[in-house]
């Protein structure tokens, strides 16, 4: 069974520096993607950004960036010129390329809480 | 604008008592899920449909049900034989076939008094 591992539960930044989530997941699957979500404190999660395994090219997203390490199993989330507004919990996932049955669900990681120093 | 609407935001219970959940999207999207949050344990499925008329249980849907009578709406009823039903529930869709990015409602916190 697939599983994500966030072991970093709680991280902080100063205002306009950079910080670096980390996520690992276990998988024997080589088609899968791998997503990082945002729960601000309003509790809505919002997607920050998507990874296809079957991509080398690193995704990004504004300030957000991934470093996807296929090999060693590791999606970590960079947030450069951190906001006030980067505050929350960070939520790594994995869903498997499969359609069929429970290949569907999202695994998810148990989160990091992100807290942003002025 | 399109999205996904969960309500009531606040609810409170007496034990014993049933209570449902409701969750409307007008994203047309296919596929609609019920997650249960508590601190430290992440996000957990009760409950997911792919389809009108189709549902299945997630890893945790004992002492839920679910209905998917039309594809807007995705009712979550959380019953009396659920031992420990106060938590933030979240309600999310996905356009089925797709990479599987979910869009979620702004939740609903269940407190059984």
């Known amino acids: 069974a697939q599983t994500v591992t966030q072991s970093q539960p709680e991280m902080s930044v100063q205002e306009a520096e950079t910080v670096t989530l980390s996520c690992t997941y276990d998988?024997?699957?080589?088609?899968?993607?791998l997503f990082w979500y945002k729960q601000p404190p309003s509790r809505q999660m919002i997607l920050v950004i998507r990874?296809?395994?079957?991509k080398q090219q690193n995704a990004t997203e504004n300030r957000f960036s991934v470093n996807f390490q296929k090999a060693a199993k590791s999606f970590s989330l960079k947030i450069s010129d951190s906001q006030l507004g980067d505050a929350a919990m960070y939520f790594c996932?994995?869903?498997?390329?499969?359609?069929?049955?429970?290949?569907?669900?999202?695994?998810w990681g148990l989160g990091t809480s992100l807290a942003v120093n002025p | 604008d399109g999205g996904i609407t969960q309500s009531p935001k606040y609810l409170f219970r007496k034990e014993g008592q049933n209570v449902t959940l409701s969750c409307e999207q007008n994203?047309?999207?296919?596929?609609m899920y019920w997650y249960r949050q508590d601190p430290g344990q992440g996000l957990r499925l009760i409950y997911y449909?792919?389809?009108?008329?189709?549902?299945q249980k997630g890893d945790i849907a004992e002492g839920y049900s679910v209905s998917r009578e039309k594809k807007e709406s995705f009712p979550l009823t959380v019953t009396s034989a659920q031992k420990n039903p106060t938590a933030f529930y979240l309600c999310a869709s996905s356009i089925k076939g797709t990479t599987g990015e979910l869009f979620f409602g702004e939740g609903s916190r269940l407190t059984v008094l």
């Open positions: 990874q296809e395994a079957y």
């Open positions: 994203l047309n999207h296919d596929a």
């Open positions: 996932a994995y869903r498997s390329g499969k359609y069929a049955g429970n290949n569907r669900k999202l695994i």
């Open positions: 998988t024997s699957e080589s088609d899968y993607y």
């Open positions: 449909s792919q389809i009108v008329n189709d549902f």
